[in-house]
């Protein structure tokens, strides 16, 4: 867990210090926001604008060939000290604000797509479901 933790700072001070446009979404956001379980890996929306100067600086890692998803993004996964990251450059996503919120992690602010989002568009069957609805429950006791 602390691994991940690592790697998702290090993404979002990278992504911050040069502007680039991002959000964690996906089961990651529920990781970020505190639900513990093992992730496969670390979910990250980024503008498409910035899709070469993220691949630039990212480039000493071990990387798959980028793919065309749906003519919706392209998409690569990035293995970043043994964790990989699914970098996915969407097209026509120019703001990463709707539904998101800022979680910060050791004096890291980290963009995040927001946990009741995720729970919304859920499948029932996802093994996800209990474990948010139980974050849930003990936040709403607070």
């Known amino acids: 867990m602390l691994q991940e933790w690592k790697v998702i700072c290090f993404l979002a001070e990278l992504f911050q210090t040069n502007g680039i446009k991002y959000q964690f979404d996906g089961s990651t956001t529920v ?23 993220v691949l630039s600086m990212l480039n000493e890692h071990e990387m798959t060939e980028l793919k065309n998803y749906n003519h919706i ?7 970043i000290n043994g964790i990989l ?8 996503k120019t703001d990463f604000s709707e539904e998101a919120r800022d979680i910060v992690y050791n004096g890291v602010k ?7 989002f995720y729970r919304r568009h859920t499948k029932k069957d996802n093994p996800l479901i209990p474990l948010i609805d139980d974050w849930f429950n003990r936040k709403n006791k607070c």
């Not at 990251?85 to 097209?91: I, K, L, S, Y």
């Not at 980290?110 to 009741?116: D, G």
């Open 85 to 92: 990251v699914h970098a996915m450059f969407v097209f026509d």
């Open 31 to 53: 990781f970020i926001h505190g639900v513990v379980f093992d992730m496969e890996d670390v979910d990250v929306y980024i503008s498409y604008d910035s899709k070469e100067i």
């Open 73 to 79: 993004m392209e998409h690569c996964y990035i293995n």
């Open 110 to 116: 980290i963009h995040t797509k927001n946990i009741e």
